[in-house]
């Protein structure tokens, strides 16, 4: 597909993931719409809106959506309060943190915000809205490592936890030999990047649209392409410890790697929606969230899934584990917040 008419791919739908239900293709939304940095406005209902990705910055849960709409936690996702200062009305996509106070948001018309007060208060620190590439996803690494991902291979790279960022030519070494990979996409400069994530302080995968899969064993130095066992987007990969993993995407494919994702093998999910998000809940327990309410709860470790489908099915994009609770979870989508109890779940 040409890069023009992927752009109108990407202005017509996604990256909104759980916003636009049964409509969506992609993992992306149009890029630029914010011209002139702007801050968040206050909102009464902040958490009850669109919101996309949430990550845990010590005890606290925090949350990032649409317009530049931050929120936090302190009692377990009971509650919560918008952050006080947001310089940016961006749709947010993606949050990681360091440690219970260090972290960083990114979004739409490239910017990247950083926090060193636990998400109260942030700092924008990188800002692109000319290039219209949206930012989809960033994972905070050790000790102050961070890596930004987005569409068309966009790539961004910090060292001081933030608070400045370099670009970088995203390149993968093909799968080995003998085994399918997707093809190359340079003419219509590079294949979008949803999901970026860390098995250890050196291994890092990538998922990425139209059946990529990436692995790096040194860090983010150097990436390996995966063989693919699924030609549509995957959005979202899972480490489980050791060499296993999971990936997941469009319609319900879910995938089990036991080799580091040399081999894949498919697990049936019991649905056709979109699945977005994942975590861990304990040794053997693991959550997947996606569109129309689906919740995967595995007991097994990843193996097999059982579907907790929600009865509002409002979507969803992204879980965390509530404390040390395995029972409880709580997820983002298009109602914002809520907190699920998987407790009576097979």
């Not at 968040?40 to 845990?56: D, M, R, S």
């Not at 987005?150 to 080995?176: I, M």
């Not at 994009?317 to 395995?326: E, F, K």
């Amino acid at each position: 597909m040409s890069r023009p008419a992927r752009d109108r791919v990407a202005r017509r739908g996604a990256a909104a993931l759980c916003v636009l239900g049964a409509l969506v293709a992609f993992v992306l939304v149009g890029a630029a719409e914010e011209s002139t940095p702007l801050a968040a406005e206050p909102a009464p209902l902040a958490a009850h809106g669109l919101l996309i990705a949430i990550a845990t910055a010590g005890e606290r849960l925090v949350a990032v959506g649409d317009r530049g709409i931050i929120v936090h936690s302190d009692d377990q996702g009971r509650n919560w309060v918008q952050a006080s200062v947001v310089p940016t009305r961006a749709l947010l996509t993606g949050v990681c943190f360091f440690d219970a106070r260090r972290g960083i948001a990114v979004g739409h018309d490239e910017v990247i915000l950083a926090t060193a007060d636990a998400g109260d208060t942030w700092t924008r620190t990188h800002y692109a809205p000319e290039a219209e590439r949206p930012l989809l996803d960033v994972m905070c690494g050790p000790p102050t490592q961070a890596i930004a991902v987005g569409a068309y291979a966009t790539y961004l790279t910090s060292n001081d936890a933030g608070d400045s960022w370099s670009a970088r030519t995203f390149q993968a070494s093909p799968p080995p030999k003998g085994r399918a990979g997707r093809p190359a996409a340079a003419e219509s400069g590079g294949f979008h990047l949803n999901r970026i994530v860390a098995a250890s302080d050196t291994r890092f995968y990538l998922a990425g649209e139209a059946g990529h899969l990436y692995r790096s064993d040194n860090g983010g130095v150097i990436w390996q392409e995966l063989s693919s066992p699924y030609e549509g987007s995957f959005f979202g990969v899972l480490p489980l410890g050791g060499e296993s993993v999971l990936a997941f995407g469009m319609r319900g494919n879910l995938y089990r790697s036991d080799d580091l994702g040399g081999n894949w093998q498919k697990i049936d999910t019991g649905t056709v929606a979109m699945l977005n998000g994942a975590a861990r809940l304990d040794a053997s327990g693991v959550a997947i969230v996606g569109l129309s309410g689906v919740v995967l709860v595995s007991r097994d470790g990843g193996r097999n899934f059982t579907l907790a489908q929600q009865t509002d099915r409002s979507g969803l994009s992204a879980v965390v584990r509530v404390g040390m609770d395995p029972e409880e979870i709580a997820v983002v989508g298009e109602s914002g917040d809520r907190l699920i109890s998987l407790k009576g779940s097979p």
